[in-house]
Structures are given as C-alpha cells and as structure tokens.
C-alpha cells in the first residue's frame, strides 16, 4: 500500500500566494501582536504585507524561557537557541535550517532600519506556537503550545534521506535548488504511484522494464552528496513540489526522442531536464 503523504506543498505557487489571514498585495499595514494573551513589541514596529505578518525576531524570543538570539549583519545569518530548537536563518534563502531540518521559508529574513523582522507565524511553528489572525482588530494572537519542531533525526527516515540526496546529486548535482527539488519529485511521485515500487531504494534500483535510473549501475550514486542535495532532499521530504505529476525525466538534449516524449504526457522543464508524467 502507498503511504500517505504528511502535507503537500506546491513550491512554485507557495512563491506567489499568501497566507490566508491576510490578502495579498496589500500595502504595508501596522499591526498588534500578543503573546498568550500579553502584547509584545511595544515599539510598534510589527507590520502585515503580502499576507504576512512581519514580528521582530528579538522580541519574539523573548517570549521563551532560555531563548537567545544572534545576528551577524555582514554574514547575512541569524541564529537563535530555545529550550529543544536550534534554528538558522539566512539572507536571501527560501528555506530555514532548524532542529536538523530543512524548512521552506519564503522571504523569512527582513532587515528593516537595522531590525530583524520575521514571518510571525511560520516562526511560531518552530518554536512550537500557534498563532491566529484577526482580521477585525488587525491583531496577532500567539499561544504557546511547548511543543517545539520534531528533530530531523526522528522526522525524516534515515533510509530515505540517504538515497534521495544521493540520487539527486548523480542525476542533478549541477542543477539548481528547483531542478534538484524536481528530481526528488519524480523518485517520491513514483513511490506514491502504483506503476512503481513503494521504496525510495526500490525505485532507484528498479529495472522490471530495464535500468530506470543509470546513477544507479554506474556506481555514481554512491559518491558523496553536495550540502544543496541534501538539502533539496529535505525540502521534498518536508513536501516541497514543483513537479506534482511528473515520473520520467530526459536531459533537454534528448527530450524530443526519448521514449517518454513519444509515450508520456509532456510535464514541464526545469534547467536542464524535461519532464514527463
């Protein structure tokens, strides 16, 4: 039987729509934020555009017992240590690295005059706190529910993780974040589908119908995986998309003769592969 996926995100919409508790496009807006029923940022510098939220970091954490917080400016990176999370953001990146985790995060650094500004509720959910939007009073409600991000270590399956990013690096090492995250795609679309089998390694290894994938008899899988394979690993393991339906892929070069071009429904194209579902 097919397992079920934990949550599915679309990556590339994810880029373009917002969060339900606030429309999108929307000018920049000031905003309450409260803390278990207590208001925080009393500076009044937290403000909701696009759909977001935006909270000062600093004063976030110091709504939880033994929380500190580091910023280094000129690296871009902040990193902040809670009672059971550890987690790092950094400019420019779409995803956060938390708890052993890879968490997609669009735009989840802001420097304003010198402030660090964060999205208050994708923030909250690694510290384990749920937050409500209330569209009337323009406010944030926080609630504390101490239960911090699971550890990588027991969320992803050791099995998985491995071969995943070993695959993604033999067949796109040299692609970028989305085309390795695409690649991960076709390996997890055929594990969920009933044409292939149920496994990550079996899916790999796979030739009822001859080699399905030559990383796989060439030895090149077992070579070590850059830091974006596995990260990009993480990210569909996490459910990051950006190819829903696709089960075959080509190089470019190849796209118009291959075997799936003539029999399979063209899916889309991402550097340097073609895609086929």
Known sequence: MKRNATFLLVFAILICVAAPYASAAEEPMQVGVYFDGERIDRRGLSFSEDGKVYVPLSELCEQFESSSMSWDKDRGEAQVLSDGLEFKITEGCDYVLANDRTIYMEDAYRDIDGVLMVP???????FGAEASWNGKTKNLFIYDTGEPLESGTTFYDEDELYWLSRIIQAESGGECLEGKIAVGNVIMNRVESDMFPDTVYDVIFDRRCGIQFSPAYSGSIYNEPCEE?????????????????????????????????????????????????
């Open 229 to 277: 394979a596995v990260i990009a690993a993480k990210l569909v393991l996490e459910g990051v998309v950006v190819t829903e339906n696709a089960l075959y892929f080509t190089p470019n070069r190849s796209a118009q003769t291959c075997w799936a071009s003539r029999n399979r429904p063209y899916d889309t194209q991402i550097g340097g592969h073609t895609f086929f579902a």
């Open 120 to 126: 208050a509720r994708q923030i909250c959910q690694l």
